[in-house]
């Protein structure tokens, strides 16, 4: 089943905990601290997969979560890092933050990977909180909370030259006729409900790969028959072929209302080369039409070629065209850095937000909910610690400027924490 559109649920792993411990050894009654470090959890990681035209992989299950990492031991020991997910995609998957429709990626490149969600790191065990003024620390971290996200999959097709008009004008025949794709073929508009890759070999050195677009009809670029599930693979596209129907009561009206469509559903489409075809000169009626119509083409500046996809004379001809304005389009540009691609928020991690409820106050903030997660609670040095981090990220102000008093419930995360100086 082709899909090309998926919203999805990922997870990445949760850090291990770190631990407190210390040292049990005979004739060794006071042993230092030693507790180790946990595991970092894993990374989601979409990677693209040649072999791959389609996201229905991702049909059955929408939740997806990486391995969290490991707890820690004595004795210095480090937890393992957890696993990392990797999502394999098609060429041409573009993916969304489906929460604030931001793009995190565009894969389109063989093997490319980008990693969306990073895996929490682990929590630090006592050992590291060792200092000379305190020896014996009774202080740990719990593992960072995993990163969540809802995410919407979109898949453009990749393709040298896609192929464009009205529905029934002979793309998928087209199609079939040139390269070992099998798209769906009758003699009524609408056949092709998805769309459709094939290869063409021009000659040993040379290839070209055609995108069959399903018929675009009036008012696509707004929805209109699932235009913009269709408009959107003829992004990826650098050449068109915009094939007419010769029994069509108007070829020139539709040659007019495709472009429109394309140029209202993103202006580039209306800029890309274009070879218009003339489709189904084996019937004698077309013929007839040619002549007039090749008039007022070249009029309005093109170039028309006529064609019978079904016995497929001057098919070869338009391929050769394409293929040479594909020749003669700059190169796409090359990546400009090698390092492995990590989406990362513009939002800075340490702001904060202070709300006045019924119950008291409710802190908000990426690091401050984070280093609550990350807090044990029953150890003393560990509150401590926490009370700093309010005071460094200036936290403790705000609230006392918001007129919090002793006893008043703070409200951080997950976690409901009492007032005090």
């Not at 004595?74 to 999502?87: D, F």
């Not at 990362?344 to 019924?358: K, N």
């Not at 029953?378 to 007129?403: H, N, V, Y």
């Amino acid at each position: 089943m082709f899909i090309d559109e998926i919203k999805i649920h990922i997870r990445s792993g949760r850090g291990g905990a770190g631990i407190v411990h210390f040292r049990r050894e005979k004739f060794v009654p006071f042993g230092g601290p030693d507790g180790g470090d946990g595991g970092r959890g894993g990374n989601v990681v979409f990677q693209v997969a040649q072999t791959l035209n389609t996201l229905s992989s991702f049909r059955r299950r929408n939740l997806y979560n990486a391995q969290d990492g490991a707890r820690a031991g004595g004795n210095n020991q480090t937890g393992k890092s957890g696993e990392h997910l990797v999502l394999l995609v098609p060429p041409g998957t573009l993916i969304y933050d489906d929460v604030t429709d931001e793009l995190l990626g565009d894969l389109t490149d063989p093997g490319q990977t980008l990693i969306v969600c990073e895996g929490g790191r682990g929590g630090r065990g006592n050992a590291r909180f060792a200092t000379s003024t305190n020896k014996a620390p009774r202080i740990a971290e719990k593992g960072e909370p995993p990163t969540e996200r809802d995410l919407r999959l979109e898949l453009k097709l990749i393709a040298d030259v896609g192929l464009v008009g009205v529905p029934n004008a002979g793309k998928s025949t087209l199609l079939a006729a040139v390269t070992n794709a099998k798209p769906k073929i009758a003699p009524y508009p609408f056949t092709t409900l998805q769309p459709n890759l094939g290869v063409v070999e021009l000659d040993v050195e040379t290839t070209l790969v055609l995108a069959d677009i399903p018929g675009l009809i009036e008012g696509a670029h707004l929805g209109v028959g699932l235009g913009h599930e269709f408009l959107r693979h003829i992004q990826r596209t650098r050449v068109l072929i915009h094939i007419l129907d010769g029994l069509a009561l108007d070829p020139l009206l539709d040659f007019a209302q495709i472009n429109s469509e394309l140029a209202l559903f993103d202006p580039k489409l209306a800029e890309k080369p274009q070879v218009v075809v003339f489709n189904k000169m084996d019937l004698l009626e077309v013929k007839e039409q040619w002549p007039d119509f090749q008039i007022e083409l070249e009029k309005r500046g093109y170039e028309a070629y006529a064609i019978s996809a079904v016995a497929g004379t001057g098919v070869r001809q338009v391929l050769y065209r394409a293929q040479q304005l594909l020749d003669e389009l700059p190169p796409e540009p090359e990546p400009t850095t090698d390092e492995l691609p990590v989406y990362r928020p513009e939002s800075d991690p340490r702001e904060f937000a202070v709300e006045r409820i019924p119950e008291g106050y409710r802190v908000t903030g990426e690091s401050i909910e984070r280093a609550a997660a990350m807090t044990y609670w029953e150890f003393g040095q560990s509150r401590r610690r926490f009370q700093r981090i309010l005071q460094t990220l200036g936290i403790e102000d705000a609230l006392m400027k918001a007129g919090v008093q002793l006893g008043d419930s703070v409200f951080i995360g997950e976690y409901e924490l009492e007032w005090a100086e």
